[in-house]
Antibody, heavy 122, light 110 residues
């Protein structure tokens, strides 16, 4: 069974940093692109970042570019999102989601993890 | 303001049919694959439709997707109370090299 489990969320002060992890199992991790998507409380989905299976290509939403860094470790089957210079508007549930072989391929995002809550507040 | 435009809400009676539209542009829907996601209250999103009109295994054929030009549509027939959820369309935007989602549509089954 394909499974994604996020961790690392929590309360952080404005300007602080946090690293999210997404542990993957049930598929050949290095063969698939991965994405981070967030959802602010009571709001819709917002795509955050994507990374290719090799890790050689990365993409970011304008709202996080220069502050967030996506990476992956195929030896650990784990996806990461390093977040810095955090702002109140970064408060959201962060989901990781498995993509297809290519970034934003025809296959859609399936499955999604259960999400981890990041709260940026003093 | 989302790049993809969806109606904020739709409603219909049990057993009826509903459609949810998703409007974009040539840089996103017009030249990329569209997916649809269902988010039940308090849960993570789930893939309903991929590659514009294909259903993953386990998704009933009551759910259908279509795309024409720069718009996409999700159709749901035989509505059930368990279909009450938020529905999102998503695709890639080639002009900004970024993923984009619609603002979401809340389905109420009256």
């Amino acid at each position: 069974e394909v499974q994604l489990v996020e961790s690392g969320g929590g309360l952080v002060q404005p300007g602080g940093s946090l690293r999210l992890s997404c542990a993957a199992s049930g598929f050949t991790f290095s063969n698939y692109a991965m994405n981070w998507v967030r959802q602010a409380p009571g709001k819709g989905l917002e795509w955050v970042s994507a990374i290719s299976g090799s890790g050689g290509s990365t993409y970011y939403a304008d709202s996080v570019k220069g502050r967030f860094t996506v990476s992956r470790d195929s030896s650990k089957n784990t996806l990461y999102l390093q977040m810095s210079s955090l702002r109140a508007e970064d408060t959201a549930v962060y989901y990781c989601a498995k993509d297809g072989v290519g970034i934003y391929s025809k296959d859609g995002f399936d499955p999604w993890g259960q999400g981890t809550l990041v709260t940026v507040s003093s | 303001q989302s790049v993809l435009t969806q109606p904020p809400s739709v409603s219909a009676a049990p057993g009826q049919k509903v459609t949810i539209s998703c409007s974009g542009s040539s840089s996103n829907i017009g030249n990329n694959y569209v997916s649809w996601y269902q988010q039940l209250p308090g849960t993570a999103p789930k893939l309903l439709i991929y590659d514009n009109n294909k259903r993953p295994s386990g998704i009933p054929d009551r759910f259908s997707g279509s795309k024409s030009g720069t718009s996409a549509t999700l159709g749901i027939t035989g509505l059930q109370t368990g279909d009450e959820a938020d529905y999102y369309c998503g695709t890639w935007d080639s002009s900004v090299t970024a993923g984009v989602f619609g603002g979401g549509t809340k389905l109420t089954v009256l």
